[in-house]
């Protein structure tokens, strides 16, 4: 158990439509990363929030958008959802600002975009 | 971009050991890491080296780390059911750059 939580475990959702994924980081920790796995592939990094601004983000389009709160929670948004965007949705959190540090998983949430 | 490399599928019979190779592209990578996956879970950590080691064990688990050939590998001794899963290899460059993984590699243990 990591300590990280992500709700909700499974999502589905139809074309065009819009979707919120939320993200508790560990204790202590106050960044988190996002990240899209689809089936049979690795994990593929989203962006990285630390205290509540973004630092630093992937190969991602802008409709992947994101938000931390003060409490070092996150959100994840996708507008215009695409059947590709099915995938699941893995929240990081780190101890630090710094890509480098070490990222501790949380479950994730399915997405399945019919 | 950067590449991470593994081969998708091993098979060991329960009590053998299992060795699980990764290779990559960057040379600037500055950590690198395996990660284990269950079916329908997150990825959990399973063990880190810094570049600058070659090698580093923990428990069932060693890693190797040939930073000329840019691979390495995570053995497991006397391997479990349990450790039926699929096992990602991830590194980390120089600077604030994010983890970059491999595709995964599924091992499958036989009783």
């Not at chain 1, 190969?59 to 215009?80: C, D, H, I, K, T």
């Not at chain 2, 600037?28 to 070659?54: C, H, R, V």
């Not at chain 2, 497991?76 to 120089?94: R, W």
Request: charged fraction near 20%; glycine fraction near 8%.
């Amino acid at each position: 158990e990591t300590g990280v939580t992500q709700s909700p475990t499974h999502l589905i959702k139809t074309r065009g439509q819009q979707v919120t994924l939320r993200c508790s980081s560990q204790s202590g920790h106050n960044t988190v990363s996002w990240y899209q796995q689809a089936l049979g592939q690795g994990p593929q990094f989203i962006f990285q929030y630390y205290r509540e601004e973004e630092n630093g983000r992937g190969n991602f389009p802008p409709r992947f958008s994101g938000l931390q709160f003060p409490n070092y929670s996150s959100e994840l948004n996708v507008n215009a959802l695409e059947l590709d965007d099915s995938a699941l949705y893995l929240c990081a959190s780190t101890p630090g600002r710094l890509l480098t540090d070490t990222q501790y998983f949380g479950p994730g949430t399915r997405l399945t975009v019919l | 971009g950067e590449d991470v490399e593994q081969s998708l599928f091993l098979s060991v019979r329960e009590g053998d050991s299992s060795v699980i190779n990764c290779t990559y592209t960057d040379s600037s990578s500055t950590y690198l890491y395996w990660y284990k996956q269950e079916p329908g879970a997150g990825l959990q950590l399973l063990t880190y080296i810094f570049s600058n080691m070659d090698m580093k064990q923990d428990q069932r688990l060693t890693v190797l780390l040939n930073k000329k050939d840019k691979h390495l590998s995570l053995r497991i001794a006397d391997t479990q059911t349990g450790d039926s899963a699929i096992y990602f290899c991830a590194e980390k460059g120089s600077g604030n750059t994010p983890l970059v993984f491999g595709k995964g590699t599924r091992l499958s243990v036989i009783a």
